[in-house]
C-alpha cells in the first residue's frame, strides 16, 4: 500500500477506476453461440422463441403466473401503471433511485414520498401510513413498494395496509432478482412487480426488465400494452406502448440468469471479505440486507458514525475516488430534495430516516469487476482513511 | 400458376406464409465481428464506442447537426415531446399508424386528426389547417408531420402553417429514413424529427431509432432526457427516460446503414417488377411517393378502383392472404375511427381523404423476404382475383 492516501499526494490504490458496480455478462463464447442461433432462425425481435423461453424460466424461478418481459424497467412500470389504471398520486420512498418516480411521472401519476427506516434502510408499513396521513389521502391511488439494495420494504406488510387504506399494490423490484421474503421470492407480491434486467444488474439482458404477476387479467392487459405477438388473448387496452424485448436482449438475460447462483455467490463472497476487512475500524461497519431471507448480496452497504469515524460518507467516497475505488453515497440527496419534486419554492417532507442514510451509507464496489484481492485492498484504504482523517479534514478546510 | 385461386379451393400460390415487409437484416458474419468488438472493449451499453460512432454516421447521412439514438421510435417521440416541453393537443394525421398518437399519449398531449389528401396519401397544409380550425385553435401546441410510406408530408409547408399558427412543428419520419425533400434529406425539418429503427425498417437497430435536430439546446435538453453517459453538457430537464441505445443495437444499425443503398436498390427494382406485373390488370396501379425527390421505396402502395377491378382493397387482401401473400390494408380504419380516440359515444372527424384510401389502399410485400421473381407471382395471382372478381363476389355474398 501507498505510504500515502491519493488526495494528500499518495499514488492511487488502483492504478484504473474501479467502477462501483460492474454488471455480470455472459462469457463471449456462449453468447456467440445463442447469437448463431438468433441467425438461423432470423427471429430477432417481437416475442421470439428466447424472449418466449426467458418468460417461462422468470415464471418458474420467481414462482409467479407470469413473467412478461420489456425493453427495460422504465416501460415497464410505465405499463404496470397503465394496466392497473392507477390515475393520481402514488406512495414511493425518496431513497429509491429516481428512475421509479420519472417512469410513473411518463404514466402521468404525482409521487408523494415516505421515508425509510434508518435502521432497515427499507420503507415499512408504517412510513407509508406516514405518508399517507401527511397526505391527508389526497386523490392517492396506490403504494408503490420499492425493494431497495438487496433487501425488502416488507411486501406483506405493504399490502395489507394498502388494502385497508383501499391503494393498489404494486412494487419496482429492480434490486431485487433473486431476493426472497420469508422463503417466497419476490415477484409475487401485490397486483405486479417490476424487475430491471439493465447493465449494473445482477441479471442483465443489457437493457431490459420484466413485469411480473400472479393477475391473469392483468397479465393480458400488460402483454396487449406491450405491442407485441405474444399477446395470447386480445383484450382491450386503452394505450400501448412499444415494451418489445428483442431476441438479442432475452438472449444476454437467459445465460445471465444460467450465471444467477454463480453471481450471487460471488457476491457474497466479496460481502464477507468486507467484513472481514472493516472489522476493527473505528466508525464504519456493513448494513445487513433487511427483510429477506435470501439476499442477491448484489449491494453492499457501509454505514458511517461520522463522529467515530473522522469524515462522513461523502469526505469518504471522496477519498476512494481518489484511490479509484468506485464507492458511492447510497442516496444522493432523496427524491424529496431533488429536482424537480423537491422544487426551491416548496419545503421538502420531513424524511429523518432518509436523511440519516443519505448521510451516513456508502455503497462499496461489487460485482463482476472486484476480486476478493482487490476487497481487502479497498478495506486497506478505508482503515488509512479512518487512520489519516485529521490530516484530510484539516485539507478540506 | 394453380388453376384456381386458393380462396376458392385452389393450391396457394406460395407454399408458405410471405411476411407483408421483412426488415433486411446484415449478414450474420459481419454481425458476429462486430459483436466480438463489444465483448473486447467489455462496453454493453449507455452510449458505448458504437452508439457514438452511430450518431456521428446518422447526423452526416442526414444533415444534421444532432443525431440522438433512442431504445425505440416510441420513446424518441415522447423524449421530443417532454424537450419541446408541449402540453395539451398536436395536430396528426389520422392515416398514420398508433405508434405516434400512443407515445404523444405518454407525453400527456392528446391527438387531434387531420386528413390525407386523397391523391397525394400524404398530409398538406391544408388538411393541417382544416383540422386547427375544425379545433377552433384550442390548446394546440404543436403540428406533427408524419412522413408517411416513403413520401413525405410537406415539411416546408407544414413549418410555414406552424410559424404563422404559433405552433410547435415536429416530424416523425418512422417510415422515411434516406426520403429527401427538393434534394434535403428528412431529418433536419421543424424543431426535431424522430427516426424508427424497428424489426420492418429499411434501417434496423433490431430495435431502436432516433431524434435528430438541429437546434443545439435542445439536442442538449435530449442527451440529458435519454438518460446517459454521452449527455455532452448537462442541462436541466423536468423528467428523463430510458432511452438508452445498446451496443448491440447500434452495432446492427451501422451495418444496416452500410447496406442502406444496397436495400433501397433491391426495393426500387420489386417496385419497378410490380408496375410492370400490374400494367394492364384493369383497376389497379402503384401510387407514387408523394412530396420526396428521393424515396426509399420500403412502401409499395396499390390503389384499387372497386368498380373497375371488381372488389375492394380489404377483399383483396383477403384472397391474397389466401394465397400466402402478405398484402395489408394501408390504413386499418383510421385513428380517428378507431379505440380509444374514435370512442364510440363521439362522432368520428370526417376526414374524407383517410376514409377513401383505407378504403382503396393496400401495401404489397416488399423488403428482404420478397424476390423480382416472387413479385411476378404475386401480379399474375392479383390478375387471376381480377379475372375472378364475380366468382369471389359470390362467394362473399
Redesign the interface.
Known sequence: MSPQLAILGGRPTFAQPMPGRA?F?PA?ER??AA??GI?ER?Y???QGPLAAALERRLAERLEVRHAICV?????GL?MAAEALGLKGRIVLPAAAP??PA?AL????LEPVFCDIDAARLQMTADTVAEALDRADGDAIAAALGVNLWGGAGDPPGLAALAEARGLAFLSDSAHGFGCAVAGTPLGGFGRAEVFSF??GKIV?A??GGCVTTNDDELAARLRNIRSSYGAGRPV?V?????G?M????AAVALLSLDDFEANRRHNLALRCAYEEGLRGIPGIGLVEPAGVSTSNHHYVIARLDAAAFGMGAAALAEVLAAENIGARLLIAAGLHRS??WGAADRPAARLPGTDAAAASSLCLPTGAAVSIEAVARICEAIAHAQRTAPAIRARRE
Not at 386503452?238 to 412499444?242: E, S
Open positions: 454488471g455478462f463471449r453468447f456467440v447469437f448463431a441467425f432470423q430477432y425481435t417481437n425493453t427495460n424497467g422504465t416501460v410505465m429516481a428512475a420519472v411521472g411518463w404514466a402521468g439493465g447493465p442483465t443489457t437493457e382491450s386503452v394505450r400501448t406502448a412499444n418489445r428483442s431476441e438479442a436482449q429536482f424537480p
